[in-house]
């Protein structure tokens, strides 16, 4: 295909940036990337529309070239179109060499292995040394923009991969003590600079020689990949967040590794060198270099940050943002070593001037408010990562910055903050001043507030505004009851004027300490009830006594609403009635609800209204109170779907019904007990989390045993041990068998859950049962007279029984001492064992060998033989 | 330190979106890094359907709060900085720095090099105020000496080349984006060392310095026992320098008169090279004495090409130019009302205008004014509810003028009469407008003699003052009235 005419690429670029996603879904993205790249070369486009396409390349590389592979072709086709430019001035090379350096770092595929990046890296150091890299490829009026050009695209691609430069650094040196561009330069040195002390004290390269040696641009080998390695391709933060860095590089200043004095003054000198032309730089570009400095030299040995105090007079006089918020870094970076005790004070008064300057725009004021209130100070008292005013931040150097209904609301918030905090230090000091007391002013602006809220048609805004102001002082002074009381009597006044504002109060009640909450619902609730009758506001105090409503002044709230339901003639002032009626029976309130709920369930018009009505009522009456207050409590359903009792029920299905859950227990068996006349089993449970009620269900294979009863636990808490539990077993066949176990419970949020359990084995030997002890000496003739017995309808066997290291005597006290009717130790034992429902099993164990010891063994059930024959061979095995 | 993006967008009320892209501008490279740094907490920069109306949603500016919405308005999303959290895609996007001015928003999101969650401290990641740098620059660049729809709209076209310049890969180089057109202006000039990056070229032609020093004065008077009345001067120092040279240096000395009041809360350009420590220390959170430093304040620096300001100051002068008090009393149907204003004697009698604005809010048109002037015209804006009274261009021998009258409203209609959330009732203000030519409050001037220019050739030095007011408001004593901390300082 030929190339496109402008027109097409103007429409195409367009639809792209329409949206991207939605262009690249389509069927014009496959080849985006490519006809980009061959129409830079085409001869019948304007250089206008390649800068364009270009620009389009800058912004969204990752989606015209999505892998490494493709970013390598990209690049090496970028650099051939670079290298084929005629050699007259040409508005392409700048973006070119900015769009292979994009294409290279955002694809993947900066690295020594890349042919890009090796035509890349070199060409860029050669156009930054400003050396001539011949045949005319830069003509004269372009050399200085390209300079710059290269030095910005070394610095984005050793931000990208940091050390990357590490071996360049002498060079930059001394293009910077020459005739480089200032700016460039300063700003790709300072990184590079920064980028190896971090890594360096890693990877232990030698610094001094770094910063001296002046290694050729062409030379090959400026390029530091192991440094990089050494980085493990991580990314280094140029201006760190400060208290993540000082977390994080304490332990960095520790183990760096200290220079030689040599190094050290090579060191003071590089950045003495860089700070001395800063006044060259724009501001921008001066702040940050102090950042990357700044936290390069901390806590370096040998680098006293006084190299910075020259700046520091110059920087303080402006209102240039980028220079005072570099000049906190400094502070926060190296604290007194560098800002005395008044060296502070007056950083501090400049940023509290700075805050309300008349002539800087209000944005700037609010970045500078933050800045007060999050000051780095010398010697901090409160807790870390809290907003709180500077200990030299009095009232009187604050008297400027405190808010006033005139403000905006964003400063007025902010300024409220700072006073708030002056409140509460005034509370701790009790220092009356000259100054007027700063809660009484919190309290006449508050009253203010409120007044522009309550505005008949007033916008939302300034209600939010007030709302958002209350709340602000709720949190700061929640302990101070002076405070609080008129705060709760302003509020409910506003009320009273506005209850159209009644979503706000819900809101704020959802979001302030109990402190303000509790005292607030009850003034609220007062203010509701008092007034029955038909009101315009009516759906408004609906909605509010819904959120205020509880246990509390029953009697009142139940009057106010049967006066009013009357007048709740429309759907969704039923749906408000109802909502009352719903907080009120979370709240646990019966009696009067009861009739109120009967009335209604038979009143209401809407038929939906009176369903609901009636379900509260049915749930009230056949629900116990906790469960209640679960079930109607919040639910995560999406709201209002056709009814609202659908969209209730959802809430409903959770609480009310048992849900199948993952299993929060487990069962595992204890020890055999042999007593009474059924197999007992014994299980011991164990909770991950608190459970209640806890139903044990049992269900046998094949009817082998009677139903099992289950088995009942009210609560079980994880850690705390739980007694065991014991099943009796009912066999109608003395048969191994499997347990099928569910569990029913209750969790501390109300909710019944069931969960399937693994299956529990009842082994052969769980149903052993002794018989009656017989009287002392005639244990023999009680064995022998079983034995007869068995035969002639049982069955006889033999079964060698292999013996452990504990010998005959250790497996019959281990396995079958409460069964062994007379014994001869440790040479012959006679066990007799009971089989429930009614079989016996008899053993003779004598005559051992050191291996093993024959059995003789009789059973009136020949069902069991084999059983027995796995079981005591399985003897030596089970320990 | 780096950009993520860039946007400018203009705000549109009544348009279905309220709003358009004019231009936005993503930085891959940072995207990449912005990644990595945030981890598990990182949300992708949105496109600009989204982000547009994300921000349009977070700055009130969608118009619809007839419903209480808890994303927007619950009371515990504070937001005291321009610098907010925007819900996209169920994501938020921190910190997006934005402000809206002249029905355009200017927004940013800077790269935090370190995780989301939580949410470090705005103070401690320096992509902010380089993120404002930008976007002042931006502003200063649409809207300087710009008049029309066209000529902004030539200036937004030229934004994508300028910031290729100014930004290319979202580390600000230069917020000044003038230079960055000028930059490409002097391109064929071979540069020599040691050029301030500020400065993309040399001046030629003949030598000159102009200094204009701007005063505004805003005042609150109250005419209330226990308020008290504030005033303040705020002083802009403009300088326009062509001088021949690199790194031509030049002295301004600010001077005073002998009763002049002292300059405060000094600022300066960041191309001023010193700062004498009586500038730097003088403030007006300091309570006042003789001992303040009343100059010569000595400004030496060395100039960019353009014209820049200087420095600012503020000054607390010892009377209000204008002094007056406001009466308003409402009489059943009509309200009553009496102004009287006495011009200091100090104060140079020769105005470039002179007017007193007396609105009136939360009521209907007027109907019915009868008035009686001691001086100047009165006109009327019925349907706007306002009062100008035009004093011109002189105060008469008195030096004091007054003005008394009743005024009658007509029915409330919401939509047109202007509404204000504190001129409520009885509480009002009127608001003075004027300027003087030639004359500051402080008394402060650039002394012509006192310039010093180390550059080549004599240059011609022209000075010029003005006063002019801002936000100079009397309320109604008769009514509370909003005050600030200040009035509260007997």
Redesign the interface.
């Given at each position: 295909m030929g190339p496109l005419s402008r027109d097409v690429w103007a429409q195409r670029l367009g639809a792209f940036r329409a949206s991207p996603s939605a262009f690249m879904a389509g069927p014009e993205a496959e080849d985006l990337g490519r006809d980009l790249l061959s129409d830079l070369r085409s001869e019948k486009l304007s250089e206008q529309t390649k800068v364009s396409l270009l620009a389009l390349s800058l912004e969204y590389p990752a989606q015209l070239w999505p892998d490494a592979s493709a970013a390598e072709v990209a690049a090496t086709s970028l650099l051939d179109t670079l290298v084929l430019l005629p050699p007259r001035p040409s508005a392409l090379r700048r973006p070119l060499l900015l769009a292979a350096t994009t294409a290279l770092a955002v694809g993947g595929a900066l690295g020594p292995t890349s042919g890009a990046s090796c035509r890349l890296l070199p060409l860029l150091l050669g156009l930054a040394a400003g050396s001539d890299l011949g045949r005319g490829f830069v003509p004269a009026s372009e050399q200085r923009p390209l300079q710059a050009t290269a030095c910005e695209c070394l610095r984005e691609l050793e931000s990208c991969k940091p050390g990357l430069l590490g071996g360049s650094l002498g060079l930059l040196r001394g293009l910077l003590g020459q005739e480089g561009p200032v700016q460039p330069l300063s700003l790709l040195l300072s990184l590079a600079l920064r980028n190896t002390l971090v890594l360096q004290s890693r990877a232990g390269a030698g610094l001094g020689a770094l910063l001296t040696a002046r290694v050729s641009p062409t030379g090959g080998g400026p390029w530091d990949w192991t440094l990089v390695e050494e980085g493990d391709g991580r990314l280094q933060p140029q201006a760190p967040s400060w208290p993540a860095a000082e977390a994080g590089e304490g332990a960095r200043s520790l183990t760096a590794r200290e220079h030689s004095p040599e190094e050290a003054r090579e060191l003071r000198a590089a950045v003495a060198q860089l700070l001395d032309t800063s006044y060259l730089l724009t501001p921008v570009a001066q702040a940050q270099l102090l950042w990357l400095l700044g936290w390069a030299l901390r806590g370096l040995q040998g680098q006293p940050p006084a190299l910075f105090k020259p700046q520091l007079v110059r920087l303080l006089g402006t209102a240039q943002l980028a220079l005072l918020h570099a000049v906190l870094a400094l502070k926060a970076a190296f604290g007194e070593a560098l800002f005395t005790a008044q060296d502070e004070t007056l950083l501090l008064r400049r940023l509290t001037l700075a805050a309300q300057h008349p002539a800087l725009p209000p944005s700037t004021h609010l970045f500078y408010l933050h800045c007060l209130l999050s000051f780095p100070e010398n010697c901090p008292l409160g807790p870390e990562g809290e907003e709180a005013a500077p200990l030299l931040l009095g009232p009187q150097l604050c008297r400027g910055l405190l808010p006033s209904l005139l403000h905006e609301p964003m400063a007025l918030l902010a300024r409220l903050h700072l006073l708030c905090l002056l409140c509460a230090e005034d509370e701790e000091e009790e220092e009356k001043g000259q100054l007027p007391s700063p809660g009484h002013y919190l309290e006449e602006l508050l009253a203010g507030l409120w007044q522009r809220a309550a505005l008949e048609g007033g916008p939302r805004a300034l209600a939010t505004l007030c709302f958002q102001a209350s709340y602000l002082v709720a949190r700061c002074l929640a302990g101070q009851p002076t405070v609080l009381t008129p705060l709760i009597h302003g509020l409910a006044q506003l009320y009273r004027a506005r209850p159209m504002l009644a979503p706000h109060f819900v809101d704020l009640l959802d979001q302030v300490d109990p402190e303000l909450r509790e005292p607030l619902k009850v003034v609220l609730r007062q203010e509701v009830v008092s007034r029955p009758g038909r009101d315009e506001a009516l759906c408004w105090h609906l909605q509010m006594l819904a959120r205020v409503a509880d246990g509390d002044a029953q009697s009142a709230t139940l009057n106010f609403l049967r006066a009013v339901a009357a007048h709740c003639t429309s759907w969704d002032l039923q749906q408000g009635l109802l909502q009352v009626c719903r907080a009120l029976l979370r709240a646990g309130v019966g009696g009067g609800l009861v009739d109120l709920l009967q009335v209604l369930a038979r009143q209401l018009e809407d038929p939906d209204g009176r369903d609901h009505a009636r379900l509260y009522y049915i749930l009230l009456a056949h629900l116990a109170g906790p469960k209640l207050g679960v079930a109607l409590g919040p639910s995560l359903a999406t709201p209002a779907l056709a009814s609202s009792l659908v969209a209730e029920n959802q809430g409903f299905v959770a609480a009310l019904m048992v849900q199948e859950a993952p299993a929060l227990i487990r069962l595992s068996m204890g020890s055999h007990v042999v007593k009474g006349p059924l197999p007992v089993l014994q299980l011991l449970p164990e909770a991950l989390e608190p459970i209640y009620s806890l139903e044990l269900r049992f269900h046998v294979e094949g009817q082998l045993y009677a139903p099992l009863e289950a088995v009942h636990v009210p609560c079980l808490c994880p850690g705390r041990p739980a007694r065991p539990l014991l099943l009796p077993l009912q066999p109608r066949r003395p048969a191994p068998a499997q347990l099928d176990v569910h569990a029913l419970y209750t969790t501390s949020t109300g909710l019944t859950c069931h969960v399937h359990l693994p299956p529990l084995f009842v082994n052969f030997a769980d149903l052993f049962l002794p018989f009656p002890q017989p009287p002392e000496g005639t244990g023999l003739g009680f064995f022998e007279e079983l034995w007869d017995s068995c035969l002639p309808e049982g069955a006889e066997s033999r079964v060698w029984c292999p013996l452990g290291p504990q010998g005959l005597e250790g497996l019959v006290s281990r396995h079958l001492e409460p069964f062994v009717v007379m014994a001869q130790p440790p040479t012959s034992y006679y066990v007799a064992i009971h089989l429930p429902p009614d079989s016996k099993l008899l053993l003779r164990l004598e005559a051992a060998l050191a291996d093993g010891v024959p059995v003789a063994l009789r059973t009136d059930d020949w069902a069991v033989l084999p059983l027995v024959g796995d079981y005591l061979r399985g003897l030596a095995a089970a320990v | 330190?780096?950009q993520r993006a860039v946007w400018l967008i203009s705000h549109e009320p009544g348009t279905p979106l309220r709003g358009t892209v004019r231009f936005s501008?993503?930085?891959?490279?940072v995207e990449?890094?912005a990644r990595?740094?945030n981890g598990a907490s990182y949300v992708p920069i949105p496109?600009?359907?989204p982000f547009l109306k994300a921000l349009l949603f977070e700055l009130?500016l969608l118009d619809d709060?007839?419903d209480?919405v808890?994303s927007?308005?619950?009371?515990?999303?504070?937001?005291?900085?321009?610098?907010y959290g925007l819900l996209v895609g169920g994501e938020e996007l921190w910190p997006v720095v934005a402000?809206l001015?002249n029905d355009m928003i200017y927004a940013c999101v800077p790269l935090?090099?370190?995780t989301l969650s939580p949410h470090?401290?705005?103070?401690?990641?320096?992509g902010?105020?380089?993120g404002?740098?930008?976007l002042?620059g931006i502003q200063d660049f649409l809207y300087s000496g710009q008049k029309n729809d066209n000529e902004l709209n030539t200036k937004l076209s030229q934004l994508?080349?300028l910031l290729?310049q100014a930004c290319?890969?979202g580390?600000?180089?230069?917020?000044?984006l003038q230079?960055s057109l000028d930059?490409t202006n002097f391109?064929?000039v071979?540069?020599p060392?040691?050029?301030?990056?500020?400065k993309p070229g040399t001046y030629k032609g003949k030598p000159q310095v102009s200094i204009s020093i701007t005063e505004?004065v805003?005042s609150m008077q109250y005419d209330k026992q226990g308020v008290a009345d504030t005033w303040?001067v705020?002083g802009?120092v403009t300088c326009k320098c062509d001088l021949e040279g690199i790194m031509p240096n030049v002295t301004i000395s600010l001077s005073l008169p002998t009763n002049g009041s002292p300059l405060q809360?000094?600022?300066?350009?960041?191309c001023?090279?010193?700062?004498d420590?009586a500038?730097?220390?003088s403030?007006?959170?300091d309570a006042m004495d003789d001992s303040a430093f009343s100059g010569p304040y000595k400004f030496p620096f060395t100039p960019p090409l353009e014209s820049f300001?200087l420095c600012?100051y503020?000054s607390q002068v010892p009377v209000p130019p204008i002094l007056g008090f406001y009466q308003m009393k409402e009489e059943e149907v009509q309200l009553r009302i009496t102004v009287n204003l006495k011009l200091h004697e100090s104060v140079k009698n020769n105005f470039e205008f002179c007017e007193a604005h007396i609105p009136f809010f939360n009521r209907g048109p007027i109907t019915h004014l009868e008035y009686k002037t001691s001086f100047g015209q009165l006109e009327v804006f019925r349907e706007k509810s306002l009062l100008i009274w035009i004093i011109g261009q002189k105060f008469p021998k008195s030096m004091e003028i007054s003005l008394s009258g009743t005024v009658t409203f007509g029915a409330k209609r919401?939509e047109k009469q202007p509404?204000d959330?504190?001129c409520?009732g009885e509480t009002a203000y009127l608001k003075l407008h004027f300027r003087i030519l030639d004359y500051t409050l402080t008394g402060c001037y650039a002394d012509q003699h006192s310039v010093q220019v180390f550059a080549s050739g004599k240059p011609k030095i022209s000075a010029y003052r003005k006063l002019i007011s801002s936000d100079y408001y009397i309320w109604n004593s008769k009514a509370p009235a909003?005050?600030?901390?200040?009035s509260?300082?007997l």
């Open positions: - | 330190m780096a501008r993503r930085y891959p490279t990449k890094r990595v740094f496109e600009d359907g009130r709060d007839k209480f808890e927007r308005d619950s009371c515990s999303r504070i937001n005291k900085t321009s610098i402000f001015k935090v090099e370190q470090p401290p705005l103070i401690s990641v320096s902010v105020s380089q404002f740098e930008l002042f994508p080349d290729l290319p890969f580390t600000v180089l230069d917020a000044n230079n930059n391109v064929s071979t540069r060392q040691k050029q301030p990056a500020w505004k805003k303040q705020v802009t809360d000094i600022l300066v350009h960041p001023v090279t010193s700062l420590s500038i730097l220390t403030s007006s959170i300001n600012y503020t919401h509404f959330p504190i409520v909003p005050v600030t901390y200040g509260l300082l």
